[in-house]
């Protein structure tokens, strides 16, 4: 069983920077994705970004040129570092994992808040 433990978030001004990472544990013989979601309060939950083994990168329109994953594939750990941030960006984001066999995983959610 594969864990994310997540780090990073808090409180920033509109307009700051936030890193989150994601770190997995657990028995890990092959990850196939890595990625982050979000779920702000009344709305459902969405994908922010994602980054294949390969380095393929997928992320929502609403963050694009604002945020930028990547992955450490040797220690297992994906980086989302969140720059520009805007109100609209407040949310619980999730870590997902997805194996090579296709087991999907989540962490525990971690509150990034942008304040106006």
């Known amino acids: 069983q594969v864990q994310p433990v997540e780090s990073g978030g808090g409180l920033v001004q509109a307009g700051g920077s936030l890193r989150l990472s994601c770190a997995a544990s657990?028995?890990?013989?092959?990850?196939?994705?890595m990625g982050w979601f979000r779920q702000a309060p009344g709305k459902q939950q969405e994908l922010v970004a994602r980054?294949?083994?390969?380095?393929?990168?997928n992320y929502a329109d609403s963050v694009k040129g604002r945020f930028t994953i990547s992955r450490d594939n040797a220690s297992n750990t994906v980086y989302l570092q969140m720059n520009s941030l805007k109100p609209e960006d407040t949310a619980v984001y999730y870590c997902?994992?997805?194996?090579?066999?296709?087991?999907?995983?989540w962490g525990q959610g971690t509150q990034v808040t942008v304040s106006s």
């Open positions: 997902n994992i997805i194996t090579a066999v296709g087991s999907s995983s």
């Open positions: 657990g028995s890990i013989f092959s990850i196939n994705a």
């Open positions: 980054i294949f083994r390969g380095g393929t990168t």
